[in-house]
């Protein structure tokens, strides 16, 4: 009998420490149940379909198509270009190749993220329309993933908020968030006009099979489907890794994420390396492949997005930096510069950087779950805030004997601009059926009355140099004149009562132009404006919520 009642307690203890185990880890199942059902295979070699092998006798220069790369770096900070502010550890980290674009061409220094995170801002770079005109409102995550960062986050005694009320059977499934297939993409676009068009890097804007780039007007399309990638596994020994124990964000990724591409809609696979040499290494050998015929390259790199990872090369070459993830960061941004730097070299190689327009941005400003300070330097805020650190972005074009060198442009554009210079520059038609909210600012400013940003009931415009942003939480309205006071620090809603009231008339006539969005936002979380993530509470800080 005693044999018996020790057994049971055993099968107690151990069910107890089941259910326990099962408690502790199942933020993991996500990561878990997607290499059960698609397990990362082994590195295989990318075969870029290849173009001509000659370029057609003789062609007249001006005649040319123009081959077309939009670079896309991935919660890029203002201040960590080196020509915006300086760079990143007090300027430690030099950007020169990404400097020379703006240098050889034209620095567009008033331009605009069309939001504040990434997936929307990219909906909008590829379909020329505010991405709330369809529906596409707030960053594609699973549904896991906002109740798992949700738990424990916050700051002082502002909590996150998860609106499990929303979750119903008419929420799409995370594969099927993304830009609708009814929509026409640049990429679409330019296909028409004959275009070879090419897809490298991050995509974050549907993982369905209808909804993935091949199917949204990609020849070819090597890429990390979703919001982030491991840029090595955790435990390669080239990888110098930097967690953030404060961040549920990046408590998620390093449980889920992998180190994995597919291209056109193949299984996983680990690339060859830290994977922003990879996506450098891809494009060079996609534009060797393309080089005698017209080709649209996006290539978005997901550096530096969390998680942060460097090589041990990189991270060797700052000793200087004394704070280890300000070191990973920097690394990465280093890295990031030189392999841009080689496929600019590679234009020219091959004999067509001066028929190749080359455009560089940023999906939005630097996070500030980082734990980093001063990434948006001179602005406030972060990724995920209206204000001007959240979405003013590096916006360079460089295209030799059409647009001037050291030429700089303070007219107000930004993402939603790129669809239509792009189109503008292949000879592409723009849809004709649809509102098209783009214009094509290599034929001069854009003559819109104003820009737009929304996330739930977090909004915000920008007209001429007035700037409203309206929050929930707290309920509140700063106004702030962008003309002399660019940074953002002296709200005069008080003083400008009138003002405030002509600028929320234009957001609520601009409001019921936009769409239900397509899936709900699950979570509000808070982010102060002037401190990082890991930066201890203080009374009177200011902050907003943020839904997603």
Not at 446 to 457: E, F, H, N
Not at 523 to 539: G, L, S
Request: with cysteine.
């Amino acid at each position: 009998m005693k044999k018996i009642w020790v057994a049971l307690c055993v099968l107690a203890l151990v069910g107890a420490g089941g259910y326990w185990a099962f408690e502790a880890n199942k933020y993991k199942l996500p990561g878990i149940v997607q290499d059960w059902k698609d397990p990362v295979q082994p590195n295989r070699a990318v075969a870029w379909k290849q173009g001509p092998a000659e370029a057609p006798a003789s062609p007249l220069e001006g005649n040319r198509p123009p081959n077309i790369i939009l670079i896309v770096a991935d919660d890029l900070g203002y201040n960590d270009i080196s020509l915006n502010g300086g760079g990143v550890a007090g300027g430690l980290v030099k950007t020169p190749n990404i400097d020379a674009i703006a240098r050889e061409g034209v620095n567009f220094t008033t331009a605009y993220a069309a939001n504040a995170t990434c997936s929307p801002s990219r909906a909008a770079m590829m379909t020329g329309r505010y991405p709330t005109r369809f529906g596409f409102e707030f960053t594609a995550v699973p549904t896991a993933f906002a109740e798992s960062v949700s738990h424990g986050a916050g700051v002082g005694p502002h909590k996150a908020i998860f609106h499990k009320d929303l979750i119903t059977p008419d929420i799409p499934d995370y594969p099927d968030m993304g830009v609708p297939a009814k929509e026409v993409t640049i990429a679409e676009t330019v296909k028409a006009a004959g275009y070879h068009t090419l897809h490298i890097g991050k995509w974050h804007l549907g993982e369905a099979p209808a909804l993935q780039p091949h199917a949204q007007g990609f020849d070819e399309s090597l890429a990390v489907l979703g919001g982030a990638a491991m840029f090595l596994p955790e435990d390669d020994p080239d990888a110098v890794n930097a967690k953030l124990p404060w961040d549920r964000i990046d408590h998620f990724i390093w449980a889920n994420l992998r180190h994995a591409v597919s291209f056109n809609g193949s299984k996983r696979f680990h690339p060859k390396g830290h994977m922003t040499d990879y996506f450098a290494d891809e494009a060079i050998s996609a534009i060797e492949a393309n080089r005698n015929r017209p080709f649209f390259l996006y290539l978005a790199f997901n550096a530096p997005h969390t998680p942060l990872q460097a090589t041990t090369a990189d991270y060797a070459q700052l000793p200087q930096i004394k704070d280890h993830k300000t070191r990973v960061y920097g690394a990465m941004i280093a890295q990031l510069d030189r392999r841009i730097g080689d496929v600019m070299a590679k234009l020219k190689e091959l004999g067509i950087d001066n028929n190749t327009l080359v455009i560089f941005t940023s999906d939005n400003g630097g996070a500030w779950y980082t734990g980093i300070d001063h990434l948006n330097a001179p602005y406030r805020g972060w990724k995920a805030t209206f204000f001007e650190g959240g979405i003013r972005t590096p916006f360079f074009m460089r295209w030799p004997g059409h647009l001037a060198p050291g030429s700089t442009r303070a007219d107000i554009t930004g993402h939603i601009d790129l669809f239509s210079t792009i189109a503008a520059a292949a000879g592409a038609k723009i849809p004709a059926d649809r509102i098209v909210d783009s214009e094509d600012i290599l034929a001069g400013p854009a003559k819109r009355a104003a820009l737009y940003w929304r996330s739930g009931d977090y909004r915000a415009v920008r007209a001429g140099d007035w700037k409203l942003q309206v929050t929930k939480r707290p309920e509140k309205a700063r106004l702030y004149n962008l003309a002399v006071d660019p940074t953002e620090q002296r709200d005069i809603s008080a003083s400008e009562p009138q003002r405030v009231t002509e600028l929320r008339a234009m957001l609520d006539a601009q409001n019921p132009g936009m769409a239900k969005p397509i899936w709900p936002g699950l979570i509000e979380a808070p982010v102060r404006i002037d401190v990082p993530q890991n930066a201890p509470w203080k009374d009177g800080q200011d902050y907003i919520y943020w839904t997603n």
